[in-house]
């Protein structure tokens, strides 16, 4: 069953600007990530954030997730032409053994 | 050195035929998995294995057949390839954090067309 949905489903902004991208789950989870992908390519994580985390940053990106709302955002500060690329949140179950995809935010970042 | 690599990159091939995808991780992982991403870019999970084992399969019709020969490798074998089967097929890897999987290593991706 789908478990993350990003929102929005695509974003265009001009460099320099943030963005942020939302994401919603489900059920209970044990980690969620994101990652990236670039046309024709593989993914590429990002960042993990663990249940009991609130916040987490990793140099201009910045992850929050809130468990009560079932949600996560993640925010890129003072973006770049180079972070044109489709981003997922993925997330862990507590069994451990499933990562599940949500269809990704295509962003473009316009110079 | 690429940590996890999966062969062919692209495959076109005719309805009716079989056809096989290999991947091999080199990060000492014990976990692997193949996903396929639709043409709308939705990742679904196919299948997963721990140490050769079996630990997930998704609702995969049984003309996909995975193969670990050791927790190296995952191979992907399909046979009787529908027009629907054309996607890109990616295989991961990952290790564990604090018992649980920790972040996914993909795979460049085959796009397999069928035509």
């Known amino acids: 069953s789908q478990q993350g949905e990003e929102d929005p489903q695509a974003l265009s902004i001009q460099e320099g600007e943030n963005a942020t991208m939302n994401c919603s789950y489900k059920?209970?989870?044990?980690?969620l990530q994101w990652y990236r992908q670039n046309s024709g390519r593989g993914l590429v994580h990002l960042i993990l954030?663990?249940?009991?985390?609130r916040e987490k940053h990793s140099g201009r990106l910045r992850v929050t997730l809130d468990t009560s709302k079932k949600s996560s955002s993640l925010l890129i500060t003072a973006s770049r032409a180079a972070d044109t690329a489709s981003y997922f949140c993925?997330?862990?179950?507590?069994?451990?053994?499933?990562?599940?995809f949500g269809p990704g935010t295509r962003l473009s970042v316009l110079p | 050195d690429t940590a996890v690599s999966q062969t062919p990159k692209y495959l076109v091939t005719q309805m009716g035929n079989d056809k096989s995808i290999k991947c091999e991780q080199n990060?000492?992982?014990?976990?692997m998995y193949w996903y396929k991403q639709d043409s709308k870019k939705f990742l679904k999970i196919m299948f997963s294995?721990?140490?050769?084992?079996?630990?997930i399969n998704e609702t995969v019709p049984n003309r996909f057949s995975p193969k670990s020969p050791d927790k190296a490798h995952l191979n992907l074998h399909i046979n009787s390839l529908e027009l629907g089967d054309s996607a890109v097929y990616f295989c991961?890897?990952?290790?564990?954090?604090?018992?649980?999987?920790?972040?996914?290593?993909f795979g460049e991706g085959s796009r397999l067309t069928v035509l």
């Open positions: 991961a890897s990952s290790g564990t954090e604090r018992g649980f999987p920790g972040e996914l290593f």
């Open positions: 059920t209970s989870i044990n980690n």
């Open positions: 954030i663990r249940s009991n985390e």
């Open positions: 993925a997330t862990g179950d507590n069994y451990g053994q499933n990562f599940v």
């Open positions: 990060l000492g992982h014990d976990t």
């Open positions: 294995y721990n140490n050769k084992e079996l630990i």
